[in-house]
C-alpha cells in the first residue's frame, strides 16, 4: 500500500505542475530556460579550463628529441639556397638575436634546435634535436622559444617553407684568475 502511495504522489506531482503550474505563474515543466542553460554550460567550461591550466602548471617539462635516421652519405641532403631564402633566414636569425639579448638564463646548456618558417613568413614549429643542460636550462629553452614563436609574427615575408637549423649555447664566464 505504501509503495503504491509513493508511486501516485511521483506521478500526480508533475501533472499538478502541468495543469495549474501556468495559473500561478510557474514555469512549465516542458519549458527549456537557454540563458540558464548556457550559463552553467559556460560556469563548466571555465571550470574545466582552470584545472586543466593547473594541471599543465604542476606538469614536469618534457622535451622529446626527434632523431630523424642518418642519411645516406652518398646523397644530397641540401640544395643551394636562393638568395630570397637566405634573407628570410637573416631575419629569423635577427628576431631570435633581439630576443636572445634581452632574456637572461639562469643555468647553463648546449640545445639545437630546428624552426619550420611557414609559406607567410610565420615560425610554424621548432624541434628540439639535440639538448644538454640542466631542467632550469630546458625550462629557459621552452620559454625562449614560446615566446619567439607567439612574438615573431611573419618578418620574414611570403616565400617557399623552410627548416632552419639553431643553435643555442650558454657558457659560464670565464673568471680572470681561474687556472
Known sequence: MFSFFLA??????PVW???FGPLYGLPSVLELNLETINMYRERIFREQHAQSVARLDSAPLHISVDVQARPDTRQRVSKPRREADLTRARAVQGAIRSLWEGMSPDSTGYALVSLSILEDGRIGEFVVNRVSGDHDFQAFLLSFLSTLKSTYGNAAGPGEALWIECEFVIQPLARKGAS
Open 17 to 19: 505542475f502541468i495543469i
Open 8 to 13: 501516485l504522489c511521483l506521478h500526480v506531482i
